[in-house]
Nanobody, 115 residues
Framework: QVQLVESGGGLVQPGGSLRLSCAASGSIFSPNAMGWYHQAPGKERELVAVIYYGGSTNYADSVKGRFTISRDNAKNTVYLQMNSLKPEDTAVYYC?????????WGQGAQVTVSS
């Protein structure tokens, strides 16, 4: 079993920045991928960004150039730096971990972009 603990959500004005963190613990296997998804009210959960164990990344088109995903393998932690935030980025952000054996989700962190 893998436990994911998220932190860093909150309220920010348009154009502002936030940084999300997600620490994984438990039965961590390599290679693995860690990422972030978001889900706005009434919409399906969508991929925001993913980073693989070797460091390669993939981003949703809507966040390219504004968000940066990174990871610290020694700490089993993934980060999402979100800059130039827009109201349409408002959603619950979920951390995701997957390896060849299982997939796990964090509890979710609310991000609200509003003036």
């Amino acid at each position: 079993q893998v436990q994911l603990v998220e932190s860093g959500g909150g309220l920010v004005q348009p154009g502002g920045s936030l940084r999300l963190s997600c620490a994984a613990s438990g039965s961590i296997f390599s290679p693995n991928a860690m990422g972030w998804y978001h889900q706005a009210p009434g919409k399906e959960r969508e991929l925001v960004a993913v980073i693989y164990y070797g460091g390669s990344t993939n981003y949703a088109d809507s966040v390219k150039g504004r968000f940066t995903i990174s990871r610290d393998n020694a700490k089993n932690t993934v980060y999402l730096q979100m800059n130039s935030l827009k109201p349409e980025d408002t959603a619950v952000y979920y951390c995701n971990y997957r390896d060849t054996r299982s997939v796990h989700w964090g509890q979710g962190a609310q991000v609200t972009v509003s003036s």
